[in-house]
């Protein structure tokens, strides 16, 4: 059996339906054996970051990996984004590159080059990866293959890269004669659940802040512990969807650009239990005095995050979210003991510091809002929501509502623009019947639009919305705040100019409509948009684009701008008096 058969067999036995790569000269064995094998399939991406973006969602949307492949050289460069993203933002993928031959490769040979295309891939790619190897005997391509992926999907999730030249791919192997992997025993480290117990049953103000761990199982048994506990739940950016927002204490979005009420909440809160949350600078802000003195308990599986913090004197847990859930809730039937007067303080805040009473009063100009208000009513229960990065990002992070069933996925740590296309074409082959929603702007499509003609050619289930102010929208933000609004390289008179997303759509064979601030109540006009099976809906957004709240370096967590007079702050903080 040749190796990339053999590779192939593996790939379909973990349940890969799906490859996703650029074809080039030293990974064609692996995609002519993809070709021939039923079951699986190859998709030409038409960009490698693509293919690696793509790999990501489709893990994210099966639960199980994603798989990239690249020809060496400039192929595993481009993926190195997505390799990157998925280390980031925790994600089990799997990224296959092929190398020259093991004749042609230099090993250690003090020289850059002695290949065509060659490149010392581990080295690399090892600060981003779980995992990364030269696989340069066929005998050990079992054994590296089943050890990348239980290091893969092993907890903290992430990438791992197998390196493989072109001759060990055509090499002739027997199966039955290859080493295979003993995963090594992982021993559970213990924790004072009593402590836990004890530290939530005298807290009056507790909040839960949900992160990108809970996941998989830990969602379920997160719904399991709220229906059990009258308790406030906010969420960053990669926990939104993971809880359900139709909680009657939940409050969205917190941190740099969180939602007023939820910021404020976690401010006047005495705990705070993280679960799954690095409680980095982006969820806190820059200034911690609102976080001190009072009773934090983060619970994580990466070690290494819990003892490398700016936060003091919290309780660290080292576990999966999923198994501390599960010890509250066999503990006792309710745990929290929220007072009265803190479950009406946040219900106030939901009441008059709402996402839409924000935007209603500081918002100037609110078609951005607007456009999140048709993806509310247009998205139905089980869509996905793939979202890039920039202004778009935001708007949607404060704006969106998610229904039952729905998903919701961006890019936390790296925030590659470009990301929501590639992803979404990963949901949409991870699951072909799921209608899948990608929200970007115009400079993402600009680093993206090779993934139209993808969309296009297998005639995926996916409405691009993109919000086109015509500007790099988050910069000029910045730019306006910092720089005397010297619009330098982020609007047509500092340098850049988006493309025609008219011809752009059409070019690449998508239908395009276009909303603008007269369409957003012609319900005729927008459910004839909507009831396309896919194509780029284009908003039209005239002016100044802003988004709010937004946490300043210098400011607390309860005081983004625009701020509030201090005599409504006072007002706030007096109903918890």
Request: hydrophobic fraction near 40%.
């Amino acid at each position: 059996m040749k190796v990339s058969d053999y590779i192939v067999s593996f790939l379909k036995e973990q349940g890969i339906r799906v490859v996703f790569g650029y074809i080039g000269g030293m990974i064609t064995h692996l995609v002519d054996s993809i070709d021939k094998a039923e079951g699986i399939s190859y998709i030409q991406t038409y960009h490698e970051q693509t293919a690696a973006i793509g790999a990501e969602g489709y893990a994210r949307e099966t639960n199980n990996f994603g798989v990239a492949i690249s020809t060496s050289g400039p192929g595993i460069t481009n993926m190195i984004t997505g390799i990157a993203d998925a280390f980031l933002d925790s994600v089990p993928t799997l990224f296959i590159s092929g190398q020259v031959n093991t004749n042609e490769y230099k090993y250690d040979k003090p020289i850059r080059q002695q290949g065509f295309q060659e490149l010392d891939v581990v080295e690399l790619c090892s600060s981003i990866t779980k995992y990364a190897c030269l696989v340069d005997d066929a005998k050990n391509i079992r054994y590296e293959l089943e050890k990348a992926i239980s290091i893969a999907k092993q907890p903290r999730k992430g990438p791992v890269v197998l390196d493989i030249p072109m001759n060990i791919q055509r090499q002739e192997i027997e199966p039955c004669s290859l080493k295979g992997y003993k995963e090594e025993e992982k021993k559970e480290e213990s924790y004072d659940i009593d402590k836990v117990i004890e530290k939530i049953s005298r807290a009056k103000r507790p909040i839960i802040v949900v992160g990108s761990g809970i996941r998989d199982n830990a969602k379920d048994k997160l719904e399991e512990l709220l229906n059990q506990n009258e308790v406030a739940v906010v969420c960053s950016l990669l926990g939104k969807g993971q809880v359900r927002e139709s909680h009657k204490l939940f409050l969205g979005l917190l941190g740099s650009y969180g939602l007023r009420m939820a910021n404020i909440a976690v401010a006047k809160s005495d705990l705070i239990i993280a679960l799954g949350s690095r409680l980095d600078v982006r969820q806190t802000g820059a200034k911690l005095d609102e976080f001190e003195g009072k009773d934090i308990i983060q619970v994580d599986i990466d070690r290494n995050e819990l003892e490398n913090h700016r936060l003091k004197g919290r309780l660290t847990i080292n576990c999966l979210v999923e198994d501390f859930i599960e010890k509250l809730i066999s503990n006792k039937e309710s745990l929290f003991n929220s007072d009265k007067k803190w479950v009406n303080f946040l219900l106030y805040l939901k009441e008059n510091y709402s996402q839409q009473k924000e935007v209603e009063r500081f918002v100037e100009n609110k078609m951005p809002y607007r456009a999140m208000d048709i993806i509310n009513r247009y998205s139905k229960e089980g869509d996905a929501i793939s979202v890039d990065i920039g202004q778009n990002q935001m708007w949607a992070a404060q704006s969106i509502v998610l229904k039952n069933h729905q998903t919701f996925t961006t890019s936390g740590g790296l925030a590659p623009m470009g990301f929501s296309l590639p992803c979404a074409i990963g949901i949409s082959f991870a699951n072909p019947s799921k209608r899948v929603f990608a929200i970007l702007g115009d400079g993402a499509m600009m680093i993206s639009e090779q993934s139209l003609y993808i969309i296009s050619q297998y005639n995926l289930p996916i409405t691009i919305l993109l919000l086109n102010n015509t500007s790099l929208g988050m910069i000029t933000q910045f730019q306006s705040l910092y720089f005397n609004s010297n619009m330098a390289a982020t609007t047509i008179k500092g340098g850049y100019k988006a493309a025609d997303m008219e011809k752009l759509s059409l070019s690449h064979g998508l239908s395009h409509h276009i909303i603008e601030e007269k369409d957003m109540l012609n319900a005729e006009y927008l459910n004839n948009v909507f009831n396309n099976h896919n194509g780029v809906v284009e908003f039209k957004i005239e002016g100044l684009t802003t988004v709010s709240p937004k946490l300043e370096f210098d400011q607390p967590i309860f005081n983004p701008t625009p701020h509030l007079p201090k005599e409504e702050l006072n007002h706030i903080f007096s109903l918890l008096e």
